[in-house]
């Protein structure tokens, strides 16, 4: 068999390397300096909570300090433009989040391509959203939303967080796969979306459960059902939106990722000690206060989902033709 000069050299570099290698790493275990979390959303967000509570974990287990560097803007695409560019060694460790799934499809010219230059290392939480209304509303139920929304096309109100947030893109799936008009209202944040739903300003919104079970718990919104595929622990009596629009699924998620590129026995390491963390009685406790599920799995696990969202929210954002602000 022929192998190719270039091909052999490289072959020939690599063996070489590896007794050197084994030796550094013996040598010097990671991480020997401290290991920055890219966290490309506003310090005191929810996932902002989650990257401090997992590095704190991470310092405690690994013996460095792995310090979260807050840069948010342009929906989340300046820190994971700077993370996807980082050197590949394992210092540098992305907080990715289910918007960089969406972001895939709705910006056209980024600086980096998700799929292709961050790697997967494991996922920490998955957010549910909840489906609810305003309490004047009519409608009480899905199916009653759904032929309320067909006879007034058009009249409904859709509140989100933004375009391209995971309300937005939530909504626009049911949308999709109903069949029904809705005007979306895209406000700056959870917060002024919530107030005119509760103010009757909107009639809908597809939120995430940190900020949205106080106000169904005190009754100031209906819930109508929860988009995950299992009902939630702290709302049991709402059903799962699946059960009336089959194969509706949605929800917001995170976990961490590193630049492609990063040795594998690192991603391994990091994979480990993450899901040893998700299994801590208090690590779980503080992330079910924030309303989420924890997300234990392997790199493989967490591949498959983000391949599974950027899939389908590319055709949502196509079918809605939405545009990025």
């Known amino acids: ?12 570099a690599g063996a070489a390397a590896i007794p050197v290698v084994s030796r550094i790493a013996r040598a010097q275990p990671y991480p020997v300096r401290p290991v920055r979390i890219i966290v490309a959303q506003a310090p005191g967000s929810g996932s902002d909570i989650a990257a401090r509570t997992m590095g704190e974990w991470l310092s405690q287990r690994l013996g460095q300090q792995f310090v979260v ?9 300046i820190g994971t433009e700077a993370a996807a560019h980082a050197a590949p060694d394992g210092y540098t460790i992305l907080l990715a ?37 305003n309490p004047s ?16 096309p058009g009249k409904i ?11 937005h893109v939530a909504g626009e799936l049911f949308k999709f796969m109903t069949g029904v008009e809705m005007v979306h209202v895209p ?23 940190p900020s949205s079970i106080p106000l169904v718990k005190a009754g100031r919104l209906r819930p109508l059902a929860v988009t995950t595929a299992t009902r ?34 690192i991603v391994d390491m990091l994979n480990r000690e993450v899901n040893a963390g998700l299994a801590d ?18 790199p493989v696990d967490f591949e498959k989902l983000i391949a599974t969202d950027t899939e389908k929210w590319a055709k949502v954002i196509k079918f809605a033709d939405i545009k990025p602000e």
């Open 157 to 167: 109100t859709m509140a989100s967080s933004g375009i391209g947030s995971a309300q």
């Open 232 to 265: 939630l622990e702290m709302l049991p009596e709402v059903p799962v939106l699946g059960d009336f629009v089959p194969g509706y699924e949605a929800s917001a998620w995170l976990g961490f990722g590193v630049p492609t590129g990063t040795p594998a026995a």
């Open 137 to 152: 509303f009519s409608a009480k139920t899905v199916p009653e939303f759904i032929a309320f929304a067909k006879a007034n």
């Open 69 to 77: 560097e807050n840069r948010p803007g342009a929906g989340g695409n």
């Open 187 to 209: 406000y700056r944040g959870s917060t002024p979306a919530l107030t005119d739903l509760l103010g009757g300003q909107v009639q809908i919104m597809f939120d995430v459960t």
């Open 1 to 12: 068999m022929n192998v190719p000069r270039r091909t052999f050299f490289h072959l020939a």
């Open 281 to 298: 009685i208090a690590i779980k406790k503080r992330f079910a206060d924030l309303g989420a599920i924890v997300l234990p799995g392997t």
């Open 97 to 133: 989040v289910s918007a960089n799934t969406v972001n895939a499809t709705l910006y056209k010219n980024l600086n980096y391509n998700f799929m292709r230059d961050i790697t997967p290392v494991a996922g920490i939480f998955v957010v549910p959203l909840i489906m609810e209304v």
